[in-house]
């Protein structure tokens, strides 16, 4: 099992283009989420699916847009990115709610 | 508002000392809690919950619903404990519920 992959490992922008983010997982797990991580502020949840088709809004969803057409992807997009985005991002599965696998993070640089 | 808290970036304790980090929370029903730890070059991964009241690595977390705390405890830490732990808080909030990580403490055991 490679467990939960995300792609790309690092990216640069520059503000105002876009890219999405990939989350692939291999467990079968419902549960899928995007979360960044910033220097002082922890893990802070953007958005997160509970199953395929379904998606909702996290504690700082603004400026980013996800989708969950197959079970096992969960794609995180940057319409227009600004040097706010920069930051590291996980993806995370579970088949329950607190028991979240992680991915091995995305750093995005937006300059 | 739910909440979690906690209070100290870093923690540095020599080896064989005991080690205790710091959790408080703010949830206005029944809480259920978490410890994840991220070791260095290793992904976020859960160490323990409270429901379960079993010790992992040494490691033993009790719920205290009258000081709102979880404080995750060893008696005698060791060198491969340093990482960083993230206390987390059951939200049901939502339509399904999520994770709500506090700050993050690093650990740091000096030989």
Same mark, same amino acid.
Not at chain 2, 25 to 53: D, K, M
Not at chain 2, 73 to 80: C, T
Not at chain 2, 87 to 111: D, E, H, R, W
């Given at each position: 099992n490679a467990g939960v992959t995300q792609t790309p490992k690092f990216r640069v922008l520059k503000t105002g283009q876009s890219m999405t983010l990939l989350c692939a997982q291999d467990?079968?797990?419902?549960y899928m989420y995007w979360y960044r991580q910033d220097p002082g502020m922890g893990l802070r949840l953007i958005h997160y699916s509970v199953g395929e088709g379904t998606t909702a809004k996290g504690e700082v969803p603004d400026g980013y847009n996800v989708s969950r057409l197959k079970k096992q992807n969960f794609l995180l997009g940057l319409e227009s990115a600004a040097p706010s985005q920069t930051s590291v991002y996980f993806c995370a599965s579970g088949r329950?709610?607190?028991e979240q696998y992680f991915g091995p993070g995305t750093r995005l640089t937006v300059t | 508002a739910q909440r979690v808290t906690q209070p100290e970036k870093l923690l540095s304790v020599f080896k064989g000392a005991p080690v205790e980090l710091k959790c408080n929370y703010s949830y206005s029903g029944s809480p259920e809690l978490f410890w994840y730890v991220q070791y260095s070059r290793q992904r976020l991964q859960l160490l323990l919950r409270h429901i379960s009241r079993e010790s992992i690595k040494g490691f033993t977390a009790d719920l205290n619903k009258g000081e709102t705390s979880f404080h995750l405890k060893k008696p005698f830490a060791q060198e491969e404990d340093s990482a960083m732990y993230y206390c987390a808080l059951m939200n049901y $909030? $939502?339509?399904q519920g999520n994770l709500i990580f506090g700050k993050g403490t690093k650990l740091s055991v000096k030989p």
């Amino acid at each position: 099992n490679a467990g939960v992959t995300q792609t790309p490992k690092f990216r640069v922008l520059k503000t105002g283009q876009s890219m999405t983010l990939l989350c692939a997982q291999d467990m079968n797990h419902e549960y899928m989420y995007w979360y960044r991580q910033d220097p002082g502020m922890g893990l802070r949840l953007i958005h997160y699916s509970v199953g395929e088709g379904t998606t909702a809004k996290g504690e700082v969803p603004d400026g980013y847009n996800v989708s969950r057409l197959k079970k096992q992807n969960f794609l995180l997009g940057l319409e227009s990115a600004a040097p706010s985005q920069t930051s590291v991002y996980f993806c995370a599965s579970g088949r329950w709610v607190y028991e979240q696998y992680f991915g091995p993070g995305t750093r995005l640089t937006v300059t | 508002a739910q909440r979690v808290t906690q209070p100290e970036k870093l923690l540095s304790v020599f080896k064989g000392a005991p080690v205790e980090l710091k959790c408080n929370y703010s949830y206005s029903g029944s809480p259920e809690l978490f410890w994840y730890v991220q070791y260095s070059r290793q992904r976020l991964q859960l160490l323990l919950r409270h429901i379960s009241r079993e010790s992992i690595k040494g490691f033993t977390a009790d719920l205290n619903k009258g000081e709102t705390s979880f404080h995750l405890k060893k008696p005698f830490a060791q060198e491969e404990d340093s990482a960083m732990y993230y206390c987390a808080l059951m939200n049901y $909030g $939502g339509s399904q519920g999520n994770l709500i990580f506090g700050k993050g403490t690093k650990l740091s055991v000096k030989p």
